[in-house]
């Protein structure tokens, strides 16, 4: 082995190292415990070798994002196969398991190329998971615009129901709901 493919071997595994402590430390306590000051003391580093990797703050919160989204991606794309509701029901489930997590993806101000084709292959994979359960319910529409339609309500009930802004003694039957429309 090389000195360079061990350096680089040793990057990506801080890299790794660092990510995983902002996801660690964001669900254990939030987003805005999650400084580069108390990074670098968890991961053991010092903050300039955080800075070779990540600009700052945001960076490493996009980084969380991005891995998000292949994790999303990774189960919604495990349940297409038994369809739309069971879509339904594993989104919002990583919502709730995961809340640092998802508002990283969803919530917090991240530098990510949304709804573009230079978004990062994770962004894509989430989508296209979700719009291979919509495809079977299209009848002839686009089936991107009603994907967008639907992960909209569907983001949209996970939040509100997260955030207490509807109760969530109504959510399996709004979540009824919302299946019933698309499914008809």
């Known amino acids: 082995m090389s000195i360079q493919a061990r350096r680089e071997r040793e990057r990506a595994e801080r890299e790794r190292l660092i990510i995983t402590a902002a ?3 964001a669900e254990a306590e939030g987003w805005d415990a999650v400084t580069t000051r108390r990074l670098a ?3 053991e580093y010092s ?3 955080l800075y070779s990797h990540f600009k700052g703050k945001d960076a490493i919160m996009t980084a969380v994002a991005v891995e998000g989204f292949a994790d999303l991606a990774e189960e919604l794309r495990a349940v297409v196969p038994s369809g739309l509701a069971a879509v339904a029901v594993a989104y919002v489930s990583f919502a709730e398991r995961r809340p640092a997590l998802y508002d990283a993806m969803f919530n917090q101000s991240v530098d990510l190329p949304f709804a573009s084709p230079a978004a990062p ?3 894509h994979a989430g989508f296209d998971a979700i719009a291979d359960a919509v495809r079977p319910h299209a009848d002839g529409e686009d089936v991107g ?3 967008e339609t639907f992960w ?3 983001h949209g009930l996970t939040t509100l129901t997260r955030d207490a ?3 969530r ?3 399996d039957q709004r979540l009824a709901l919302l299946l019933d429309r698309f499914t008809r």
Request: net charge negative; charged share 20%; glycine share 4%.
């Open 121 to 123: 292959a994770a962004l």
């Open 23 to 25: 996801r660690e430390l």
């Open 152 to 154: 909209a309500a569907l």
């Open 47 to 49: 903050q300039p070798v």
């Open 41 to 43: 003391e968890e991961v």
């Open 169 to 171: 003694a109504g959510h």
């Open 165 to 167: 802004r509807i109760p």
């Open 145 to 147: 615009l009603l994907t």
